[in-house]
């Protein structure tokens, strides 16, 4: 069974700072690409920013370019989203996603997707 699990979602100020860790189980983490989407009520899903299975490559949506960085660590089977200079706009809950890929180039749309987390929200005060 794979689990991903997000956590470090809260409340913060506009200006702040979070980050987001997803811990994966249950899969050959090396294996896999990682993404972070986000949704709010009443919108599609949107691409944040995605990491490719050994780091090198990272993408980024052009609304978070600049503030929000991705990383992992392969060794901890962990991804992390720091996220900076936050704006209310930016409130969503979090998903992280997984897929099973190591090309080079990584999906920026969900359905490149195979197993995704159960969230965590993320609300950025005015």
């Known amino acids: 069974q794979v689990y991903l699990v997000e956590s470090g979602g809260g409340l913060v100020q506009a200006g702040g700072s979070l980050r987001l860790s997803c811990v994966a189980s249950?899969?050959?983490?090396?294996?896999?690409?990682m993404g972070w989407f986000r949704q709010t009520p009443g919108k599609d899903r949107e691409f944040v920013a995605s990491?490719?299975?050994?780091?090198?490559?990272?993408y980024y949506a052009d609304s978070v370019k600049g503030r929000f960085a991705v990383s992992r660590d392969n060794a901890k089977n962990t991804v992390w989203l720091q996220m900076n200079s936050l704006k209310p706009e930016d409130t969503a809950v979090y998903y992280c996603a997984a897929d099973m890929s190591l090309s080079p180039i990584v999906a920026t749309i969900g359905d490149g997707y195979d197993y995704w987390g159960q969230g965590t929200q993320v609300t950025v005060s005015s």
């Open positions: 249950g899969l050959r983490f090396n294996g896999y690409a």
């Open positions: 990491i490719s299975w050994n780091g090198v490559n990272k």
